[in-house]
């Protein structure tokens, strides 16, 4: 069974830093793009990054330069390191499991809250 | 990276049938057949319902379909149920290898 679980998620000041997990089970990060995706308190659903099996990464362009993806193989889990965060960073960071083949994602994770105030 | 174009919010009543757009560009929707859309309950994680414009997950009842012309995709559901009330976003992949999603559609079954 496939299974997502985000941690890391709490309270940071801006400009401060934070390093999100997504243990992954049931299946291998590393055959499988992985994506982060956020939703703002209220709002919709915002892309944030993705890696691919090949280990190339891409970003929004709200994110890019300040947040990190990456992925341990052998921990099976999926990280986003955020630094420089600002108040427009909060919201709940999902991650979410692509299928080869196309561009979905098929399963995700229930999301850890990233508050940024001071 | 601007987000996709959805209506706010749509409505039907139960057994109706209820259609949702999403309107991008010829460099998202209208470029690439990679458009999936998701449910979303409240406090919940989000489900995929369609992708691929038109394909339905395993699962998926076939009350839901989708369709695209253009830079247009839309989510059809037909014979409308109480427990589809939710909110539904549409996602399309945008070249170079990004993502985009749309504003989100909250349905409210009458």
């Known amino acids: 069974e496939v299974q997502l679980v985000e941690s890391g998620g709490g309270l940071i000041q801006p400009g401060g830093s934070l390093r999100l997990s997504c243990a992954a089970s049931g299946f291998s990060v590393s055959s499988n793009y992985m994506s982060w995706v956020r939703q703002a308190p209220g709002k919709g659903l915002d892309w944030v990054s993705v890696i691919y099996s090949d280990a190339t990464t891409y970003y929004a362009d709200s994110v890019k330069g300040r947040f990190t993806i990456s992925r341990d193989n052998s921990k099976n889990t999926l990280y986003l390191q955020m630094n420089s965060l600002r108040a427009e960073d909060t919201a709940v960071y999902y991650c979410?499991?692509?299928?080869?083949?196309?561009?979905?994602?098929?399963?995700w994770g229930q999301g850890t809250l990233v508050t940024v105030s001071s | 990276q601007s987000a996709l174009t959805q209506p706010r919010s749509v409505s039907g009543s139960p057994g109706q049938s209820v259609t949702i757009s999403c309107t991008g560009t010829?460099?998202?929707?209208?470029?690439?057949?990679?458009v999936s859309w998701y449910q979303q309950h409240p406090g919940k994680a989000p489900k995929l319902m369609i992708y691929?414009?038109?394909k339905r997950p395993s699962g998926v009842p076939d009350r839901f379909s989708g369709s695209k012309s253009g830079n247009t995709a839309s989510l059809t559901i037909s014979g409308l149920q109480a427990e589809d009330e939710a909110d539904y976003y549409c996602?399309?992949?945008?070249?170079?290898?990004?993502?985009?999603f749309g504003g989100g559609t909250k349905l409210t079954v009458l």
């Open positions: 979410a499991k692509g299928a080869s083949g196309s561009y979905l994602f098929d399963y």
């Open positions: 996602c399309s992949y945008a070249g170079r290898y990004t993502l985009v």
């Open positions: 010829s460099s998202d929707v209208g470029g690439y057949n990679y």
């Open positions: 691929d414009v038109s």
